[in-house]
């Protein structure tokens, strides 16, 4: 079996890997640098069980499902790639600022202690006890102690190396214009007008999905776009240590001192520019949380673009054409579910079936006017 996969993020990469240690030919396509789109602008945050929100039942149970993989996932990564990812377990805290905020949280965190996650409600002085430079104003938190996170960047690092050591093939800096198909299934990808040969074509490449030539129809992904930046705290006495959700911004602590800051949601297409009112927002509302961000330097500003498809989750499976697959429409979760969209896009691929826990996610949903978000 020889499998082409177009796009080279996270789900890419992780999908490629995936089938290559079962020994398959794998070929990776990527428009620029692998690893530099979605995947190198997030935030790593595996919040499975805080960003369960109404009406997102059936993601929320695909993303615990994720997250619970992804402890095992990580050693395996880096057992095989020599790179760490670091990986780390002090959970996300939930903050409320006024009355309001906490009327809120209380109501999503009953919708989410309904759905099976284990949460704790904090008083604002025992949300200072765990992160004592919280703002004094606090009307409560919420503690999600089974949340993790990863340094995005460091697991594209990791799963490029693990992808090659398993004898992998990346071609990047390559654009796929269209997807071939031939006798009623799928045959390969033209690049530059050749055809590279292979079984199976995976469209893995997020926002950018869109712009690869179909045999059939895919259904759309848009580009939504997140403005972020990063400040540097002192290592040895970091201002934060858990992943804080506040009201307006998120923030993520690394280990070498980065906190990252995040993140604007825009229906701007693929405009990348960082502007004054995206940048002022992130600050205002970290700065509200937590005051002291004020003397931080900023050291990095970036944008990213989430791929969303019609109800924000993934597309995943079988299209109408056989051979041809589909792992996109990741949105805000592209991180977080790595790790089940490579083990499930792998054995359907291996198995000639769809893997029971991506069932919902079928690009046939649109078709029979379902909605799994």
Known sequence: MKVAII???????GIGWRLAQRGIEVTLFERGAAGEGASYAAAGMLAAACETEPGEAALGVLNRASMQLWPDFAAELEHASGMSVGLRREGTLVIALNRDDGA???HDMAFQTS???????LTPAEARERE????PQLAGAMFSPGDIQVDNRAVVRALL????????????TTTVNRVHGSNGR???VFVAHQLFEADIVVLAAGAWSGGVGLPVPCPSVRPIKGQMLAVQMDPSAPLLRHVVWAPRAYMVPRLDGRLIIGGTVEEKGFNSDITAGGVYALL?????????????????????????????APILGASALPGLMFATGHHRNGILLTPITADAMASTIMAGKTDERITAFGADRFEQGRSVA
């Open 7 to 13: 796009g080279a993020g996270v789900i890419g990469l």
């Open 104 to 106: 809120k949280l209380r």
């Open 161 to 172: 190396e693990a992808f090659r050591r398993a004898g992998g093939v990346l071609r990047d």
């Open 284 to 312: 205002d509302g970290a700065w509200r949380a937590l005051p002291g961000i004020e003397e931080l330097k900023i050291i990095e500003t970036w944008v990213g673009f989430r791929p969303g498809s019609r109800d924000d």
């Open 186 to 188: 799928v045959a390969g």
């Open 115 to 121: 759905q099976g996650v284990s949460l704790e409600w």
């Open 132 to 135: 004592p430079f919280l703002a």
